[in-house]
């Protein structure tokens, strides 16, 4: 009874709550913030995404190619940042989806299964599986990810970018030659080493003003892409042949093999997936529980990440409609023959990122610009990539910058990453940590000091022990169950109470994201009105300050879901 009675209720809450604010959504983007941070999402959702079609490419047979890539990214971008509850979290082609399709694509297609149908069916059946969760406010139960599902979760990506750079470096030297294998490293490292440095003095160093430091950080990875990509032309480099980036007719999907057994599609961008045995298409369903697990996962912890506590966000939070929307996605994916977009990491909350606005002086975040133009238009301008004009650019690419690129954002995930800092503080100097200037100067580090040595050494370990068992399954034919193994170390977490002393556990561990952001996650839940009143009353001391404006958009949202839950 209770099932029925709220059945949908979270869907419409979030729709009810996001549409009172959808114009605001617009206006508010006239601000100085939003071109800056459009070209800058552009570049860190475009380049990954082109260095994972490279890599499907060539794990699929050329099933997967440049075209299928961008074309599943700028849809997504398009559809979540016009229709989306949240239009922050940014959503395209991912690490974990390339595992997986490349995953069963070498499981399929050596028992004779056509891939491209077959695809469309675990699709298919997966958006059903979205419906089902979504209209079951089954979402709700995002809010028993923490901070620990985050920090590893983000800490194996970053390793598996790492990974990826390496594994295009090993193949020129197979592929082409070993001169072409040692230039390759040669033009990797040099990129990696401007384009972390660019970073690093964009946002670490205190050299001339700060918006001449916010041009490195946001540009430089993408000026690191055109100077390399030239620099192989330089002299008597060009006389060594690079491997690039493979290219295929503008708006066409990627075609090598007409037989549909090969990775081929005759059929164009509309997959005949009624061409498959009875058989093929229940066989599907098991995948495509492990995709919707997948994206349960990993699209939630994206939108909780770019929605974190240290962002000060005034418009709600919507959960249960985006998923809702991403299963309409993943099965518009499957039609079409292109990669099922998701939430991306670290592309999501670097968008927050872009977006927010420092106070001069101190450094702290004031605000965060929430629109709908920098997804949507990013997304516009992917799909616009797939001109002729532009794919011969793309076309110019080496491959080694696409491992450089790896490598920079490997490198620097890694660098900000809790599981990082917390390997830091263990090996620093007791002198240095236990400081009074350097504890209370550094806040990084002041959250480390405060839990006993003892438990702090334990939750590393767990660290260690959930990225370890992530990233070695994804190294085996098992990697299709990768999703699994991320659930379980969601729900392993959840028990940390039985391990560890309540007071130790709030200072190593705690909730994703701020108390507002998680009343969207207890729809039907008897606790959802007290979660909202205790957030409105801290709410009320915090926004003393703020522009009316600003106060009238917390107080709609507010009111949406408090009407909400009290029906």
């Given at each position: 009874?209770?099932?029925?009675?709220?059945?949908?209720?979270?869907?419409?809450?979030?729709?009810?709550?996001?549409?009172?604010?959808?114009?605001?959504?617009?206006t508010?983007?006239?601000?100085?913030?939003?071109?800056?941070?459009?070209v800058?999402?552009?570049f860190?959702?475009?380049?990954?995404?082109?260095?994972?079609?490279?890599?499907?490419?060539d794990?699929?047979?050329?099933s997967?190619?440049?075209?299928?890539v961008?074309?599943?990214?700028?849809?997504?971008?398009?559809v979540?940042g016009?229709l989306s509850g949240?239009?922050?979290?940014?959503?395209?082609?991912t690490g974990?989806?390339?595992i997986?399709?490349?995953?069963?694509?070498?499981?399929?297609?050596?028992?004779?299964?056509?891939?491209?149908?077959?695809?469309?069916?675990v699709?298919?059946w997966s958006?059903?599986?979205?419906?089902?969760?979504?209209?079951?406010?089954?979402?709700n139960y995002?809010r028993?990810?923490?901070?620990?599902?985050?920090?590893?979760f983000?800490?194996?990506?970053?390793?598996?970018?790492?990974q990826?750079?390496?594994?295009?470096l090993t193949?020129?030297?197979?592929?082409?030659?070993y001169e072409?294998g040692?230039?390759s490293?040669?033009i990797?490292?040099?990129?990696?080493?401007?384009?972390?440095?660019?970073?690093?003095?964009?946002?670490?160093?205190?050299?001339?003003k700060?918006?001449?430091r916010?041009?490195?950080?946001?540009?430089g990875?993408p000026?690191?892409?055109?100077?390399y990509?030239?620099?192989?032309?330089?002299?008597?480099?060009?006389?060594?042949e690079?491997?690039?980036?493979?290219?295929?007719?503008?708006?066409?999907?990627?075609?090598?093999?007409?037989?549909?057994?090969?990775?081929?599609?005759?059929d164009?961008?509309f997959?005949?997936?009624?061409?498959i045995s009875?058989?093929d298409?229940?066989?599907?369903?098991?995948?495509?529980?492990l995709?919707?697990?997948l994206?349960?996962?990993?699209?939630?912890?994206?939108?909780?990440?770019?929605?974190?506590s240290k962002?000060p966000l005034?418009?709600?939070?919507?959960?249960?409609?985006?998923?809702?929307?991403?299963?309409i996605?993943?099965?518009?994916a499957?039609?079409?023959?292109?990669?099922?977009?998701?939430?991306l990491?670290?592309?999501?909350?670097?968008?927050t990122?872009?977006?927010?606005?420092?106070?001069?002086?101190?450094g702290?975040?004031t605000?965060?610009?929430?629109?709908r133009?920098?997804?949507?238009v990013q997304?516009?301008?992917?799909i616009?990539?797939?001109?002729?004009?532009?794919?011969?650019?793309?076309?110019l690419?080496?491959?080694?910058?696409?491992?450089?690129?790896?490598?920079?954002?490997?490198?620097?995930?890694?660098?900000?990453?809790?599981?990082?800092?917390?390997?830091?503080f263990i090996?620093?100097?007791?002198e240095?940590?236990?400081?009074?200037f350097n504890?209370?100067r550094?806040?990084e580090?002041q959250?480390?000091a405060?839990?006993?040595?003892?438990?702090?050494y334990?939750?590393?370990?767990?660290?260690?022990?959930?990225?370890?068992a992530e990233?070695?399954?994804?190294?085996?034919?098992?990697?299709?169950?990768f999703p699994g193994?991320?659930?379980?170390?969601?729900?392993?977490a959840?028990?940390?109470?039985?391990i560890?002393?309540?007071?130790?556990?709030?200072?190593?561990?705690?909730?994703?994201?701020?108390k507002?952001?998680?009343?969207?996650?207890?729809?039907g839940?008897?606790?959802?009105?007290?979660?909202?009143?205790?957030?409105?009353?801290?709410?009320?001391?915090?926004?003393?300050?703020?522009?009316?404006?600003?106060?009238?958009?917390?107080?709609?949202?507010?009111?949406?879901?408090?009407?909400?839950?009290?029906?």
């Amino acid at each position: 009874m209770l099932f029925i009675r709220y059945f949908g209720k979270g869907i419409t809450q979030d729709i009810h709550a996001r549409l009172k604010v959808y114009v605001l959504d617009w206006t508010d983007a006239w601000d100085y913030r939003v071109i800056p941070s459009t070209v800058y999402v552009f570049f860190t959702n475009l380049l990954p995404a082109i260095a994972f079609a490279q890599d499907m490419f060539d794990k699929t047979h050329n099933s997967y190619g440049v075209n299928e890539v961008l074309l599943s990214s700028g849809m997504a971008g398009v559809v979540f940042g016009l229709l989306s509850g949240q239009p922050l979290c940014v959503v395209g082609v991912t690490g974990p989806i390339s595992i997986f399709n490349y995953t069963v694509y070498e499981l399929i297609t050596p028992r004779g299964t056509p891939f491209f149908p077959f695809m469309a069916w675990v699709c298919l059946w997966s958006m059903v599986m979205h419906f089902a969760i979504a209209f079951a406010n089954g979402v709700n139960y995002t809010r028993y990810i923490s901070k620990f599902s985050c920090e590893v979760f983000g800490f194996f990506i970053n390793f598996v970018y790492i990974q990826k750079g390496i594994q295009i470096l090993t193949k020129q030297f197979t592929d082409i030659s070993y001169e072409s294998g040692y230039l390759s490293i040669v033009i990797a490292l040099l990129m990696t080493l401007f384009g972390v440095a660019a970073a690093a003095f964009g946002n670490q160093s205190h050299y001339f003003k700060p918006v001449v430091r916010k041009i490195f950080a946001d540009y430089g990875t993408p000026l690191c892409v055109v100077f390399y990509t030239g620099f192989a032309h330089f002299g008597n480099i060009s006389r060594t042949e690079l491997a690039r980036l493979p290219i295929t007719l503008a708006f066409h999907p990627t075609v090598k093999y007409l037989n549909a057994l090969d990775g081929g599609r005759p059929d164009g961008w509309f997959i005949h997936f009624w061409k498959i045995s009875v058989g093929d298409v229940f066989l599907a369903i098991p995948f495509a529980i492990l995709l919707t697990l997948l994206f349960y996962y990993d699209h939630n912890i994206s939108s909780l990440i770019c929605q974190a506590s240290k962002y000060p966000l005034k418009k709600p939070a919507s959960f249960h409609w985006d998923f809702c929307l991403l299963g309409i996605t993943t099965g518009v994916a499957g039609i079409l023959g292109i990669p099922a977009p998701n939430g991306l990491i670290p592309q999501a909350p670097l968008h927050t990122d872009s977006l927010c606005v420092h106070d001069p002086k101190t450094g702290k975040i004031t605000r965060v610009v929430e629109q709908r133009f920098t997804n949507t238009v990013q997304g516009l301008m992917t799909i616009g990539m797939m001109t002729r004009p532009l794919l011969v650019v793309l076309g110019l690419i080496p491959q080694a910058v696409l491992s450089g690129l790896f490598f920079i954002m490997g490198l620097l995930g890694i660098n900000g990453n809790a599981v990082t800092n917390r390997l830091r503080f263990i090996c620093m100097d007791k002198e240095f940590t236990h400081s009074e200037f350097n504890v209370e100067r550094r806040e990084e580090f002041q959250q480390y000091a405060k839990p006993d040595k003892k438990w702090h050494y334990v939750y590393v370990t767990f660290l260690l022990i959930l990225f370890v068992a992530e990233f070695s399954i994804t190294n085996t034919k098992g990697a299709v169950g990768f999703p699994g193994v991320l659930i379980a170390g969601m729900l392993w977490a959840c028990y940390f109470h039985y391990i560890f002393p309540k007071d130790q556990l709030a200072l190593l561990d705690g909730p994703a994201a701020d108390k507002s952001t998680l009343a969207n996650l207890h729809v039907g839940s008897s606790d959802s009105t007290m979660v909202n009143t205790l957030d409105n009353s801290e709410d009320e001391e915090a926004e003393i300050g703020e522009t009316k404006r600003v106060r009238k958009v917390r107080r709609v949202a507010h009111n949406g879901d408090k009407g909400s839950t009290e029906e």
